[in-house]
């Protein structure tokens, strides 16, 4: 029997911290800095073995855990499925492409810089930089996660170029997961045990 670890569930609280936030902005033209922060913390700090640190405690990831367990036990947002199921693909498809994987590494550091400089991780020079990243190393794969929402909130640069770094962010996150164990396989035959767990940790 496959077990489900805390590092796993924490990293897939991850990427539904990026996928709801990406939901709140397109819908509703929500945006909500804590958890925006967070999923940037997790794409530009330094990973040390410790998913949880990594975004700034695991109370942070809290909102992804309970949106995880909530989803998977009773699906009501058929967008969420779409954009976690693109993510896990997505990833897939950079690890076998290292031209791209390296791009996004060396464009992140730059970002990084930015962040150090404006000593704010949302700056918008920092935010900007990170939607060019995505568009020029993952806006080209397939599947092309299509973001729905209202074309008001949608066309909106500066929630445009959020949507792209959540996106990206939740790529890395999905990395994440997958190194700590986790797989598109392993969600589909341990669900239950998946959605037991993050109740447990939430």
């Known amino acids: 029997m496959l077990s489900v ?9 991850a990427v539904f ?3 709801s936030e990406i939901r709140a902005i397109a819908e509703r033209g929500q945006y909500n800095t804590t958890p925006i922060k967070a999923c940037l913390e997790g794409l530009l700090g330094q990973y ?3 998913v949880g640190a990594l975004y700034g405690g695991p109370e ?7 949106a995880l367990a909530q989803h998977l036990s009773q699906p009501q ?3 969420l499925t779409q954009y976690l199921l693109g993510v896990i ?5 950079l690890q076998k492409q290292p031209h791209r994987f390296q791009g996004i590494l060396t464009g992140l550091e730059r970002t990084r810089e930015q962040a150090r400089y404006f000593d704010q991780i949302d700056h918008q020079s920092v935010m900007f930089g990170i939607a060019e990243i995505y568009a020029e190393q993952v806006s080209g794969l397939t599947p092309r996660i299509m973001v729905q929402g209202h074309a008001q909130y949608l066309q909106e640069e500066r929630n445009a170029a ?3 770094c959540l996106l990206l962010s939740a790529i890395r996150a999905c990395g994440l997961w997958r190194m700590a164990g986790g797989s598109r396989f392993k969600l589909v035959l341990r669900r239950g045990a998946i959605v037991e767990a993050a109740r447990r940790y939430a």
């Open 162 to 164: 959020t949507i792209r």
């Open 60 to 66: 942070i990831l809290k909102p992804g855990v309970q």
């Open 5 to 13: 670890s805390r590092e796993e569930i924490l990293g897939l609280g």
């Open 89 to 93: 693909q997505l990833d897939r498809k």
């Open 77 to 79: 947002a058929m967008q």
């Open 48 to 50: 040390d073995n410790s």
């Open 17 to 19: 911290l990026c996928l």
